[in-house]
Nanobody, 128 residues
Framework: QVQLVESGGGLVQAGGSLRLSCAAS????????MGWFRQAPGKDREFVAA????????YYGDSVKGRFTISRDNAKNTVSLQMNSLKPEDTAVYYC?????????????????????WGQGTQVTVSS
């Protein structure tokens, strides 16, 4: 069982930056592949980024490539999402997710139902 708690959301102007963090409970964090998803009102949940158990492999959604960076610290049980050059279309609730059994290949890592645990979400609002 893993519990995930996101933090770091807020209101930022277009072109600005935010850093989201996700703190995980438990002593086996390094055995979970981790992902970030987002959901805007009236839209489906969208894949943002994923990172492998060791942190050696990452995937990004096309809309955030080159702007967002996912990282993890297995010693601190955290995964982070650095978001730069934010755009109004990045406005959404951002969710952290974990999977103990995910095959870390595309498009598997971009599929929400491949993840077993989810945080409660943190709101990111980008003003124009």
């Amino acid at each position: 069982q893993v519990q995930l708690v996101e933090s770091g959301g807020g209101l930022v102007q277009a072109g600005g930056s935010l850093r989201l963090s996700c703190a995980a409970s438990g002593r086996t964090f390094s055995s979970y592949g981790m992902g970030w998803f987002r959901q805007a009102p009236g839209k489906d949940r969208e894949f943002v980024a994923a990172i492998s158990r060791s942190g050696g492999s990452t995937y990004y959604g096309d809309s955030v490539k080159g702007r967002f960076t996912i990282s993890r610290d297995n010693a601190k049980n955290t995964v982070s999402l650095q978001m730069n050059s934010l755009k109004p279309e990045d406005t959404a609730v951002y969710y952290c997710a974990a999977s103990g059994s995910i095959r870390f290949v595309s498009p598997v890592v971009a599929t929400p139902h491949e993840y077993d645990y989810w945080g409660q979400g943190t709101q990111v609002t980008v003003s124009s």
